[in-house]
């Protein structure tokens, strides 16, 4: 919990006939950080992959995605195309689940790709061209019924279709035009000869009938398109002509060729029958369709998910091998494993491989001894009730793997503060059962996190408040059982103040432990976040303790430079120490005064004045503490107040519930956001820049595909 899971970085070299397999199982079991073994200090080496290979299965995923939804079938779940990122948590129940998901399906991209290939193409030329006469009947089907609407207009009207096609020397067009747009009409064409005749109203539209000269063709055209005038395409049909109005071509809707096909007659009512009887053959034929696509259906569906997985698992497989080497039929896959699992991981490979894999095994140690440049990933390995927190943490930086790990110090410290500054049973309770509700409700990983989260907040503001004695802001229902912060102003600081301190002294700790693993002597001991500086920071916590305490410096002035100087001395002169150390102990010949050393003394006397505005600047902060715990308190003081007032007038009792629910809803939104936010910076900046260094890569072991 305190340091990122052991790993161990493991060398396969597989033969090309068992790549495939070999990846299908390091990536089921989701234990490998895969390496690209590729890159080197000079850059990185061409791909061995098969790029063309890659672009025909990404162009067969493409075919078979368009067929599914026209069989309206769900992919289901078919895997990934890509490894994914995640912290794994590595408890010995969830290995041991992961080590029993053994491959089931025999994969060679390189030879499935013509078996594949000719299945999706008889599955394209089976539906595709199902779903074209679908489509064709539909579309088809559409156009009738703009048919069949225009007739049903017009057979109220009692026009004789025949009589308008007689207009042999004029133009005319008929259609809907909307209401408001007949009189933009009329003075668009006010300076051409025409004749507008209005007839029914149909759904906010007006049937027109319109008639001009053929020389102005051009210019009514003109005028009907800008007032949204709808043709009826119905009257442009004649049986022994073809359209009379010069320049328009007849649409599907007007074309009656084809077995579907009618000629219109002067009866409105046997062209109403005849279109309707057309659109129930229409109808007819598409059922037929649909349940030759449904037969197609239930027999391919599964098979084709099992092309989808397939195409998947070898797109998967061939970006996956651009971080592989190759020499000859020999591929070469490195990654790092936690070092409990890599049993279990070199038996699985083993048995599904025939032992024709040869596996090697390396600690962090023997790579940094070799001086190998690959950082080594950092997998958390926390409980349930801090892994939300891993995330916080990452978004500051990630650590590295010699660091220690800071989530435990991170939750507690950020759980400790979220319920000192927002202590209240009642809003506390509200908070948890918020968060319980996204835990449970929500199948997204975030949610469920921040839902976790919120409801440990929920706890310790509980927790809080009943050493406080609120809740929700009323402070005579329960006693306190420590001490009321508006009551206690200064004795609150005091507390808030001593808080930082605690905090500051463990991030100080922290850092000596990471300069130690690190073998970084000199920042340990000499820095200002080192020993030095911890003993110069406890020495001055020592001497303001003391002197409110006894109201006086008990110490002899003497024994201060002991204290406070003699640690900011070994500060100043860390780099003469650190070279004396050594020539002395070490035997090195170096010189002790470094290089300039005007630049560097006036280098080390800022960083000496720095470190003591640092860690005063970085205590006092804290007080925002108890600031924004009193802040919480003045807005319960104000929603009272805003309540007792509303109190007085009619239906006083209801405005002053009201007013009660609104103001903790407020409350519990605002100031828990605010909150939040402040705790996390303060854990940032006053407790990380202690001995967070980070550039750590994150553990992202290859997904199941």
Not at 175 to 202: A, D, K, Q, T, W
Not at 307 to 328: N, W
Request: net charge neutral; charged share 20%.
């Amino acid at each position: 919990m305190f340091r990122p899971a052991k790993m161990a970085k493991i060398d396969l070299q597989v033969p090309q006939d068992h790549v495939a397999k070999t990846t299908h199982i390091v990536a089921n079991l989701e234990v490998l950080h895969l390496m690209n073994v590729r890159k080197t200090r000079m850059g990185e080496l061409e791909s061995h992959a098969d790029s063309n290979l890659l672009h025909k299965y990404t162009a067969l995923k493409r075919r078979l995605e368009k067929i599914f939804p026209v069989l309206k079938i769900d992919q289901g779940n078919t895997g990934s195309a890509s490894s994914s990122s995640s912290s794994m948590n590595s408890d010995n129940s969830s290995l041991n689940s992961a080590m029993e998901i053994i491959p089931d399906e025999e994969l060679n991209p390189h030879k499935d790709i013509l078996r594949i290939d000719q299945e999706v193409q008889r599955l394209e030329e089976i539906i595709s061209g199902l779903a074209r006469e679908a489509e064709n009947i539909e579309k088809t089907r559409k156009e009738k019924e703009q048919l069949l609407r225009q007739l049903e207009i017009l057979s109220t009207t009692g026009i004789d279709i025949n009589r308008f096609h007689e207009c042999r020397f004029l133009y005319a067009e008929a259609g809907l035009i909307p209401m408001e747009n007949l009189g933009r009409l009329e003075f668009s064409l006010s300076n051409v000869y025409h004749l507008i005749v209005p007839s029914i109203c149909f759904d906010k539209q007006r049937l027109i009938f319109v008639f001009g000269s053929r020389k102005d063709r051009h210019n009514i055209e003109k005028a009907l398109k800008s007032a949204y005038f709808e043709r009826m395409e119905v009257l442009r049909l004649n049986p022994d002509h073809n359209s009379h109005s010069a320049g328009f071509k007849s649409t599907r809707s007007t074309d009656f060729k084809g077995p579907h096909s009618a000629n219109l007659c002067t009866d409105s009512s046997d062209n109403l029958d005849d279109v309707g009887r057309q659109i129930r053959e229409l109808d007819a034929e598409k059922a037929l369709i649909q349940d030759r696509l449904e037969a197609v259906k239930k027999q391919s569906t599964g098979q084709m998910r099992q092309l989808m997985r397939k195409i998947i698992l070898a797109i998967t497989v061939l970006e996956i091998e651009k971080s592989y080497d190759q020499v000859d039929h020999i591929y070469h896959i490195s990654g790092w494993v936690p070092l409990n699992v890599f049993p279990s991981l070199e038996k699985k490979i083993a048995e599904a491989t025939g032992h024709q894999v040869i596996i090697t095994v390396a600690s962090p140690n023997d790579i940094c001894q070799a001086g190998d440049f690959f950082k080594i990933p950092t997998c958390f390995q926390n409980p349930f009730l801090l892994k939300p927190f891993e995330k916080l943490v990452a978004g500051y930086g990630i650590p590295s793997y010699g660091e220690v790990e800071p989530t435990f110090f991170f939750a507690l410290i950020f759980l400790l503060m979220f319920g000192v500054m927002f202590g209240d049973v009642g809003q506390g309770i509200v908070l948890f059962l918020l968060g319980f509700l996204a835990f449970k409700q929500s199948g997204r990983e975030n949610i469920q996190d921040m839902g976790l989260i919120v409801m440990e907040c929920g706890i310790m503001s509980t927790a809080f408040g009943f050493l406080y004695g609120s809740v929700f802001g009323f402070e005579h229902l329960i006693p306190a059982l420590w001490f009321n912060p508006m009551k206690n102003i200064s004795y609150f600081m005091e507390v808030t103040i001593g808080f930082g301190m605690a905090i500051i002294s463990i991030g100080l700790v922290l850092n000596i432990i990471n300069s130690i693993r690190n073998r970084d002597y000199k920042g340990g001991i000499f820095g200002e976040f080192g020993i030095m500086g911890l003993v110069f920071y406890w020495g001055c916590i020592g001497l303001v303790l003391s002197c409110l305490a006894t109201g006086k410096v008990p110490i002899h002035f003497g024994h201060l430079p002991l204290i406070l100087c003699l640690p900011l001395l070994a500060i100043f002169l860390k780099e003469p120490l650190f070279n004396l150390y050594g020539r002395l102990m070490l035997k090195k010949n170096q010189p002790i005064i470094p290089e300039k050393p005007g630049i560097y003394f006036m280098e080390s006397l800022i960083e000496v004045g720095d470190t003591i505005i640092a860690f005063l600047s970085h205590t006092v902060s804290f007080i925002r503490v108890s600031a924004f715990a009193l802040a919480h308190a003045g807005l319960f003081l104000a929603v009272f107040t805003l309540a007792r007032t509303l109190q007085n007038h009619t239906g006083g009792v209801v405005w002053y519930w009201l007013t009660m629910v609104l103001g903790n809803i407020g409350i519990i939104t605002v100031e828990g956001l605010v909150v939040s936010i402040q705790t996390i910076r303060l854990e940032y900046y006053e407790f990380f820049t202690k001995f967070f260094h980070g550039g750590g890569e994150i553990y992202s072991p290859l997904r199941g595909i």
